[in-house]
């Protein structure tokens, strides 16, 4: 029969690469029996003798809380191996060793150690003297780079060797404090001279039932039943009931502690471990004050550029939109048509489509930064000042969502476990800007502020978020109870970003803003037109658009604003891009629209649109997902808001001479 | 109190990775490779990003700019925690 070969290891440490150097091609892929998980076969020949090798499952222990760990290791523990070579990254010892300290326990005296990416290592000044660490761990140890080949020869020949006992190997065991060996002592002896005690190291299981592993307690029922099981059992819970911590989490803890150890015997670093720029780098921007004011800046230059780029390209796509309509109106006869075509549809559908350059730069920025992996870092901060305002971390991925559409966002709450949690992101999710409400908070920028239009746009977005984090305090405090639970993030590394994917990202991502504009807006824009032209045309004083608008002016009156912008407003809750096509119908010219408000009002506008009621999708999914009375809820404390903000805003500015 | 049980207790405090990092004196990579421990014992676990809300959402194919992600993992504490405080 062939000998048999294990490769183990944590994930991502080259065990694929040396798997492929020692099999070549000769390899066979399939599942492992009743399982799902990938069973990577092939044969290593070495001095005319046949090896047959097995890639086990990448994992970070073997406590067989996954398939994956529960593949590994009961190949291990079956003795299915007659050599294990157990794949280590140079660059990450600490939780390498870790597992190989999980593979000692198990009792095996067949393992090697594939030291990988030594190239790495050698890089970050991490030096390892593989003799020295060979004497403490008391098994082979064999320094490779696999990718390049190098020390593949020398771990074949180990192979061997280990396969042919020709080489001695007595694995250092982890020890833990007084108190847990004597446990393990007191649980070796119930098992001492048992059936299992012939199959499996009594260390091992006394250890693994002390952490209360399933699989074992299942063993011992089976082999030695119920009787004993109980009788080990309750001694295992007064222990537990002496530390009052968990027994598994102390013994990993204490074998980490281990590993710790006896680093210092084989490993140290070639020059002080100064922070990586990388690390440096995250200090600052995951720092609570640095962060913030890093993530205010790159928000600013991110309109700064939106504004530059996109700016001259919505200038000319509105050119030659408004040129496209003089040049068709001549050409049609009905008057009726024209209107519509001319003055309802291109005029509505191509005031929005002329943003298109602005959406398109909004998300080409995000993807970049999401690309070279700012998004990350922004996240650790806003999710440290969602949670001083009663947010569970958790909120920050609906949150995100939301920046493009809340739609989603309202249905990511979902992935909140507490009600409490999910009712508050829910409620503050619509204050999000989203990119519709982009396209008209650049549009009134652009237009009304020759200057800054960056910083306003930032303001608006300032303002937004600021009071989304206040009415969660707000919510959590008075209206729905409950705890929140924490959360952390993991980095990832900093990447030169791929023009590619950032740009098909971003193309996938705006193509559907195009989309949009083909329907709902240009429905939108069609009904526009006609309740501005019948009965009768607008101006008129009669036609449906401006006793609407009429109605609700004085109310809007109180923020600045005329019966237009309340039409618009009014609009706005199919979707926000109305807003807009709402202001091209009515106008007529781009021209127009300038000279019908100032600056102030441009503002005000902005920010009401911003925060007034969500639009009509989001209303119908917070209905979906929470019901009527939040819906209801959500439409009328944001009408308040809006209110509030915009009279304050503009008689703030008016007062302060604006 | 050995270092990766310190280092659940952080998590549970709501440090960050490089909080934690220079609260136990280790380099965030380790505390990242202390993390992966705890996961894979069950203490905590990846928590799902927006995809799924994405691929569900009635608004799909008119959806201007789909869905805004980030790369990195986001984990949270799993039940087997708060059985670890009994
Ligand atoms: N610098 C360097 N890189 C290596 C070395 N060995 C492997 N790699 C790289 O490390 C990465 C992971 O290698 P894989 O062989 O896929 O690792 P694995 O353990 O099979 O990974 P999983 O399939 O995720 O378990 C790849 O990008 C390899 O090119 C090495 O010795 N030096």
Redesign the pocket.
């Known amino acids: 029969m062939m000998k048999v070969v294990a490769l183990a290891?944590?994930?991502?440490?080259?065990?694929?690469?040396?798997?492929?150097e020692l099999t070549g091609m000769r390899q066979h892929v399939g599942n492992w029996p009743g399982v799902t998980v990938e069973k990577k076969e092939g044969i290593l020949e070495y001095k005319g003798e046949k090896f047959l090798v097995v890639?086990l499952?990448?994992t970070y222990s073997l406590t067989a809380h996954s398939v994956d760990e529960l593949v590994a290791r009961d190949f291990l523990l079956k003795g299915s191996a007659d050599v294990v070579v157990d794949?280590v990254d140079a660059t990450a010892l600490m939780r390498n060793l870790f597992l190989t300290m999980e593979i000692f326990e198990m009792g095996l005296k067949n393992t090697v150690i594939a030291l990988?990416?030594?190239?790495?290592a050698e890089k970050r000044g991490i030096e390892i003297d593989a003799r020295k660490m060979e004497a403490v761990l008391g098994v082979p140890v064999i320094p490779?780079?696999?990718?390049?080949g190098?020390g593949i020869k020398e771990l074949k020949k180990k192979i061997y060797e280990v396969a042919h006992r020709k080489t001695r190997v007595e694995p250092i065991i982890p020890r833990y404090d007084p108190a847990i060996e004597r446990e393990i002592e007191h649980i070796s002896t119930v098992l001492k001279h048992t059936e299992l005690a012939e199959k499996y190291s009594l260390r091992w299981l006394a250890i693994k039932l002390l952490m209360r592993d399933e699989e074992v307690i299942k063993l011992v029922l089976r082999y030695l039943g119920s009787e004993k099981l109980n009788e080990i059992m309750g001694h295992i819970g007064e222990v537990e009931e002496r530390y009052k911590r968990a027994m598994d989490l102390m013994i990993a803890s204490q074998k980490y502690e281990f590993v710790d150890s006896l680093m210092h015997r084989f490993m140290r670093y070639r020059f002080e471990q100064g922070e990586t720029f990388s690390d440096q780098l995250d200090r600052i921007l995951t720092h609570p004050v640095y962060g913030l004011l890093a993530l205010f800046a790159v928000f600013y230059l991110m309109f700064k550029f939106i504004f530059a780029f996109g700016m001259p390209l919505q200038g000319m796509l509105d050119d030659a939109f408004s040129s496209f309509g003089q040049w068709l109106a001549p050409q049609i006869a009905s008057e009726t048509l024209r209107g519509l075509l001319v003055d309802g549809v291109i005029a509505g559908v191509g005031a929005v489509l002329s943003f298109f350059p602005l959406v398109f730069l909004l998300f080409l920025v995000m993807a970049f930064l999401e690309d070279v992996g700012y998004m990350a870092r922004a996240a650790v901060v806003m999710e440290r000042m969602m949670r001083k305002f009663g947010l569970p971390g958790k909120s920050l991925i609906p949150l995100v969502l939301a920046f493009g559409c809340n739609v989603p966002a309202v249905m990511g709450t979902r992935t909140l476990d507490e009600e409490k949690d999910r009712i508050v992101t829910m409620l503050i999710n619509p204050l999000i800007p989203c990119s519709a409400r982009l396209s008209v908070i650049s549009f009134l920028a652009g237009a009304f502020f020759k200057e800054n239009q960056a910083l306003v746009a930032v303001s608006i977005y300032a303002v937004a978020i600021l009071l989304a984090l206040l009415m969660a305090w707000v919510f959590s405090r008075f209206l729905v109870g409950g705890e929140t639970s924490p959360f952390i993030i993991e980095l990832p590394e900093y990447l030169v970003p791929s023009w590619k994917t950032v740009i098909i990202h971003s193309w996938e991502r705006s193509k559907e803003f195009v989309k949009k504009a083909g329907t709902i807006i240009l429905a939108g824009s069609i009904a526009i037109w006609y309740l501005s032209n019948y009965p009768s045309v607008i101006g008129s004083g009669r036609s449906y658009a401006e006793r609407i608008g009429m109605f609700f002016e004085p109310y809007v009156r109180l923020m600045g604003l005329d019966w237009k912008a309340a039409v618009s407003l009014l609009f706005g809750i199919i979707a926000k891009e109305n807003v807009i096509s709402t202001y091209g119908v009515l106008y007529g010219s781009r021209e127009a629209i300038i000279n019908a408000m100032v600056p102030l009002q441009a503002y005000v506008l902005g920010l009401v649109t911003t925060l007034y009621i969500p639009c009509i999708a989001t209303i119908g999914a917070i209905k979906a997902e929470a019901g009527w009375k939040w819906a209801m809820f959500t439409v009328v404390y944001m009408i308040g808001l809006a209110s509030v903000v915009g009279i304050i805003t503009y008689h703030a500015a008016l007062a302060l001479g604006f | 109190m050995g270092k990766l049980e310190k280092v659940l207790e952080l998590i549970e405090a709501g440090k960050s990775i490089e909080e934690i990092s220079r609260e136990i004196g280790v380099p965030p990579s380790e505390v990242e490779g202390m993390i992966k421990i705890l996961e894979s014992m069950g203490y905590i676990q990846v928590i799902e990003t927006g995809d799924s809300a994405c691929e569900a959402c009635p608004l799909k194919s008119i959806c201007p700019g789909s869905c805004i992600k980030f790369k990195g993992k986001l984990y949270q504490l799993s039940f087997k925690v708060s059985r670890a405080h009994r």
Do not use: Q
């Open positions: 290891g944590n994930p991502n440490v080259g065990k694929t690469t040396i798997f492929n890639d499952p990448g794949v990988n990416k030594i190239d790495l490779l780079n696999a990718k390049e190098i």
